[in-house]
């Protein structure tokens, strides 16, 4: 394990209380039947940073994003969110801690038989205290404004392009004013032009909603654009931790591989 991770672990422990942190992860376990998934997670996420977390397919991402909103129960470990131990929050304390926590699927996954403007009702609309319409209408439109596409309010999901459809589904994840956002692979499938200008909304996004992320990839150059810092997973391990320059000129070569396979 890189020595950062084991100086950041140190900090934790001291700072457990610190609101400098909305995630915080030490040492987390899960494994299914006799198959270990996450070994040994540890990680903080600092309130308005860009976490990117680099890792192939099958090594967990999805199962540590299942963790932190609490849809898979760790084996062993800490996983604090806003501070507080996940494995100690009631049904509803989870509900509403799932509620400040936005994702961005890989598939954004409309509604294909509601508008755009249906598709961003629906989050606020099935909160406890349902808003009118005309409650709704400034907030559809600023998220669509945010996301660069105020013109589509009217149109069918069909009518969109891959890259306006992860935007909208953005939209609607923002329309709840989200603290943590977690994007999982929010440029797979997108063409090299779209999937760049995805990675510039998230760090609109970042800046315009003050929004802590951790933006899971194996896209480079999301993974350049979006970063404050880069952590590198393997086989349910962070291995090493840095800046995409450090990372890129790293002695280990699972880690210069993300980056070869760009060049
Ligand atoms: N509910 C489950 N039951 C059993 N095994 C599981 C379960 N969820 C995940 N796994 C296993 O855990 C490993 C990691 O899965 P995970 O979905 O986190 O991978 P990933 O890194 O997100 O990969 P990908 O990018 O392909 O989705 C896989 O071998 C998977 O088969």
Not at 81 to 97: A, C, G, M, R, S
Not at 116 to 130: I, T
Not at 170 to 199: F, H, N, Q, V, W
């Amino acid at each position: 394990m890189d020595s950062a991770i084991k100086t950041g672990n140190k900090t934790l422990e001291n700072n457990v209380n610190s609101p400098e942190y909305v995630l915080e992860i030490e040492h987390l376990k899960k494994s299914f039947d006799d198959k270990q998934v996450l070994n040994d997670i540890s990680l903080k996420l600092k309130k308005g940073e860009n976490l990117v977390v680099l890792g192939k397919s099958g090594h967990g991402k999805s199962v540590l994003i299942k963790c932190i909103v609490g849809l898979l129960t760790p084996d062993a470990g800490i996983l604090k969110v806003f501070n507080k131990e996940i494995t100690d929050l009631n049904k509803d304390e989870l509900t509403e801690l799932r509620r400040r926590i936005g994702f961005l699927f890989q598939n954004s996954a409309l509604y294909d038989s509601m508008s755009v403007r249906e598709n961003l009702e629906f989050p606020l609309q099935r909160q406890d205290e349902p808003l009118s319409k005309e409650e709704l209408i400034p907030l559809i439109e600023e998220v669509l404004e945010a996301v660069g596409l105020l013109d589509a309010i009217d149109k069918m999901p069909s009518d969109l392009s891959g890259g306006m459809r992860k935007r909208i589904g953005l939209a609607r994840t923002l329309i709840l004013k989200p603290a943590i956002m977690l994007y999982d692979e929010p440029t797979t499938g997108l063409d090299p032009i779209t999937s760049s200008e995805i990675s510039l909304l998230i760090l609109d996004i970042q800046k315009k909603y003050n929004t802590s992320s951790i933006i899971i990839t194996h896209d480079m150059a999301c993974a350049k654009v979006t970063n404050d810092r880069i952590m590198v997973l393997k086989e349910g391990e962070f291995i090493a931790e840095g800046s995409y320059e450090a990372l890129e000129n790293s002695e280990d070569e699972f880690v210069r591989s993300f980056f070869e396979s760009t060049n």
